[in-house]
């Protein structure tokens, strides 16, 4: 099973802050995707990485997969209220046969207008 | 479009009873998956499909069986229901299993009392 650990599970801050949410595991992803879970619904993809170094832009949101494609970080700058929400990290495994989705634990984003 | 739609909402079973979640998509993707959704264990892959005629077993089969009924439906059913199988469950497709956006039901809230 490979396993990727987000951190902090739980996150709360003032509206404008800025904040950075972790995706770590120790085994290699072909790719990496982010989503956002609000309350009652599913899942929404976010964006996907697939370069080790990789570094996407969305509005205020940065994603970047790290070098060895073990690992991923989203940073939002000026934070929102319409932030808040679980986000969610889910790897593509790089072994042929195993390329489904393993997704993270999960960072519970409060933003504090 | 309805994208993947999952019926029913909500339910609640007593333990020993039978069920089947339904999930439908109409976006003619290859792939489907079923996960449970647990706090602090974010969202764990039950079973999935990778084309219409195949399923295979995820991380957390155990007590659960599935149906890929043809290429829009995929189907899960719960034999005997026990209280740890108490947890929101989503059903979700994709175009192919390989670094694709993974578009998501909103999920079925089930009560194992």
């Known amino acids: 099973t490979q396993l990727l650990e987000q951190s902090p599970q739980f996150l709360s801050i003032q509206e404008g802050e800025n904040l950075t949410v972790y995706c770590n595991s120790s085994?290699?992803?072909?790719?990496l995707q982010w989503y956002r879970q609000e309350p009652g619904e599913g899942p929404v993809l976010l964006v996907t990485?697939?370069?080790?170094?990789e570094v996407k832009k969305l509005k205020r949101l940065t994603f970047q997969f790290g070098d060895a494609r073990k690992d991923s970080s989203l940073h939002i700058t000026a934070a929102q209220p319409g932030d808040t929400g679980l986000y969610l990290c889910a790897g593509e495994g790089s072994n042929f046969g195993n390329e489904k989705l393993t997704f993270g634990t999960g960072t519970r984003l409060t933003i504090i207008p | 479009n309805a994208g993947v739609t999952q019926t029913p909402k909500f339910q609640v079973l007593k333990t020993g009873q039978s069920m089947t979640l339904q999930c439908a998509q109409d976006m003619n993707h290859n792939s489907m998956y079923w996960y449970r959704q647990d706090p602090g264990m974010g969202l764990r892959l039950i079973y999935y499909s990778a084309s219409e005629g195949t399923t295979d077993k995820g991380e957390v089969p155990n007590g659960y069986n599935v149906s890929r009924l043809n290429k829009r439906e995929f189907s899960l059913r719960l034999e005997s229901a026990a209280p740890s199988q108490t947890s929101v469950y989503f059903c979700a497709s994709s175009e192919h299993q390989m670094n694709t956006e993974a578009f998501f039901g909103q999920g079925t809230r089930l009560t194992v009392v």
């Open positions: 990485v697939v370069t080790g170094g």
């Open positions: 085994s290699v992803f072909s790719s």
